[in-house]
């Protein structure tokens, strides 16, 4: 089992910047890879970025490129995504995830964090 603790989230108004974390315990030297996800009410869950654990590749939905990057410390099993140039666009609830080695997808998600970028 992986848990997953998302921070960051908050008000921000647009052009500004955000760091989210996600922070997780358990089973984590099974990890391959993470990613974080956004929602809007009525909307289907999209991938906005997402990185291989230990390769450190990282991937990025064509919204998002150019503004956000997503990094991890192996040492802290910590991910982050920093989002740059927000847009009001950018409002959603985002959801730090976690697959492992051998898994199917996505299979542990946080709580997830509210971003909202106020125009």
């Known amino acids: 089992q992986v848990q997953l603790v998302e921070s960051g989230g908050g008000l921000v108004r647009a052009g500004g910047s955000q760091r989210l974390s996600c922070a997780a315990s358990g089973y984590t030297f099974r990890t391959y890879a993470m990613a974080w996800f956004r929602q809007v009410p009525g909307k289907e869950r999209e991938i906005v970025a997402s990185?291989?654990?230990?390769?450190?590749?990282?991937y990025y939905v064509d919204s998002v490129k150019g503004r956000f990057t997503i990094s991890r410390d192996i040492a802290k099993n910590t991910v982050y995504l920093q989002m740059n140039s927000l847009k009001p666009e950018d409002t959603a609830t985002y959801y730090c995830?976690?697959?492992?080695?051998?898994?199917?997808?996505?299979?542990?998600w946080g709580q997830g964090t509210q971003v909202t970028v106020s125009s």
């Open positions: 995830a976690a697959q492992l080695v051998g898994g199917s997808g996505y299979r542990y």
């Open positions: 990185i291989r654990w230990t390769q450190n590749l990282p």
